[in-house]
T-cell receptor, first 115, second 109 residues
Framework: GAVVSQHPSRVICKSGTSVKIECRSLDFQATTMFWYRQFPKKSLMLMAT?????????EQGVEKDKFLINHASLTLSTLTVTSAHPEDSSFYIC???????????FGQGTRLTVV | QKEVEQNSGPLSVPEGAIASLNCTYSDRGSQSFFWYRQYSGKSPELIMS????GDKEDGRFTAQLNKASQYVSLLIRDSQPSDSATYLC?????????FGTGTSLTVIP
């Protein structure tokens, strides 16, 4: 199957700083990638759809100025959590679907802890 | 509204038994259906995909789809303790995935 790599797997940052998370499709090109957030014992919540070469589409209630998404190439999307606060602590997961495929392939996830 | 509903559980079955997981969806335009397994602290991994009515078997797993009833299920035969995880039902509409809240399964040795 297709491989999606996410980095870092864990990050601890101080409140008020920014954190960048990378999502790469290793063996396919992805014009669209998805960013999810998951709180403990809860399901995946779609945050935004990352579109290569254009602006991301954010779900209702997700602050686009706080969660900056850049999809500069067909294999890389980044999510930057700006001015992080403890309530931003969560598990962030990206996914991508190869062209012509219908299955979502997930990155390993990033555990963000803001202290 | 594109809803995917699952019983949150927890569902407990003894080792060797059949675990049955159920999912309903609201959008009749849904074409592709998936079951993902998620271990605690890990990202989801694909177990099964199903696109047409009926059963699809892969090893110990069987996915069942009934589009008329808007219902998809996953059966796990000969359940093992390593099957203990949260199982997410997902529906693909267009290029977007919609996930259920997941069912927590515990297989008791």
């Amino acid at each position: 199957g297709a491989v999606v790599s996410q980095h870092p797997s864990r990050v601890i940052c101080k409140s008020g700083t920014s954190v960048k998370i990378e999502c790469r499709s290793l063996d396919f090109q992805a014009t669209t990638m998805f960013w999810y957030r998951q709180f403990p014992k809860k399901s995946l919540m779609l945050m935004a759809t990352s579109n290569e070469g254009s602006k991301a589409t954010y779900e209702q209630g997700v602050e686009k100025d706080k969660f900056l998404i850049n999809h500069a190439s067909l294999t890389l999307s980044t999510l930057t959590v700006t001015s992080a606060h403890p309530e931003d602590s969560s598990f962030y997961i990206c996914s991508a679907t190869p062209w012509g495929n219908t299955e979502a392939f997930f990155g390993q996830g990033t555990r963000l802890t803001v202290v | 509204q594109k809803e995917v509903e699952q019983n949150s559980g927890p569902l407990s079955v003894p080792e060797g038994a059949i675990a049955s997981l159920n999912c309903t969806y609201s959008d009749r335009g849904s074409q592709s259906f998936f079951w993902y397994r998620q271990y605690s602290g890990k990202s989801p991994e694909l177990i099964m995909s199903i696109y047409s009515n009926g059963d699809k078997e892969d090893g110990r797993f069987t996915a069942q789809l009934n589009k008329a009833s808007q219902y998809v299920s996953l059966l796990i035969r000969d359940s093992q303790p390593s099957d203990s995880a949260t199982y997410l039902c997902a529906v693909n509409i267009g290029n977007q995935f919609y996930f259920g809240t997941g069912t927590s399964l515990t297989v008791i040795p």
